[in-house]
């Protein structure tokens, strides 16, 4: 039996990386209808997990360019779609899409169904923009929902669909060691994500205009989690991850090198390069660990 977690995690996954497609297929007797629920991806990981979870197929394409990545597409349809009716609940930017296509999927009218290709086509290209005006509602409703167990198993799928888990270094001025701050990021051009997010986990948005007669170029938010403020979510979100787990995993480590000033050498001390070394080694150690594996698309 699949668990409301599952559904949680898929709905956050689907959210950040996956499409509700409703179309025709044209054949030279007749006009048939297509119905299925897509992920393309070029990390296995996930497409096994959700085949696993709900059935569907994979199919894999490889590049002929050696350094690309097979991209891996999962599709779920027909009757196997049933199952996923209990997503609908956790699904955030994509529940009137999936509301579209259900009904899209249940009716035996050929007109009512092509009256909802171009009402799917729009909903996807025209709604829910991001617009500046957004970023003070974002703000002041952060942190007002205290979050569910299905709330980080969301989390977490959308973090393994859409976001960047990381550690920023910088070399200050002055300074003879560097300064390092664990971090999760996420750009998106669609807002019901943002206020999902802010409600629950808060952190800092960032509008980002983007000036283009491009339709395809869209105004983005981006969503910053950092330090102190990322650090307890990481540990929640942990055991839901999949793709992104070895990640979160090692920002964990990283954190807990954190010390505390009160009790230990000042770094003005001469004391204090002796002290700070083996710190500052296994810091180095874990940012080049989580850096090459943001290079391999972890």
Known sequence: MIKDIDFAYAAGYIDGDGCFYIGNIYTEERIRHRCNMIINSAHIENINWFQKTFGGTINTKNSNNPNAKSIHRYVLKGEKLKIFNGIKEFLVEKLEEFKIFEDFRTSNSFSYREHLIPKMRYLKN???????????????I?????????????????????????????????????TYKIQLQCNNSKSPCFFWISKRFGGQFHFI????????????????????????????????LKHKKPICDELIKFYKTTFNRKGNPSPNSIE???FYRPILEERDIIFHKIKQLNKKGI
């Not at 025209?126 to 002041?140: C, P, Q, V, Y």
């Not at 339709?215 to 938010?221: A, D, E, L, W």
Request: proline share 8%.
């Open 209 to 240: 205009e983007i000036k283009s007669s491009n339709p395809n170029y869209r105004n983005q938010m981006t969503w910053r989690l950092s330090a102190k403020s990322l650090y307890p979510i990481l540990e929640k979100i942990s055991p839901f």
């Open 272 to 274: 204090f390069s002796d």
């Open 142 to 178: 952060k942190n007002t929902i205290s979050p569910s167990e299905c709330d980080l198993a969301y989390l977490a799928g959308f973090i393994d669909a859409e976001c960047c888990l990381n550690i920023q270094r910088n070399f200050p001025k002055n300074r003879p060691n560097p």
């Open 126 to 140: 025209s709604t829910n923009l991001i617009d500046f005006s957004i970023k003070k509602s974002l703000e002041d």
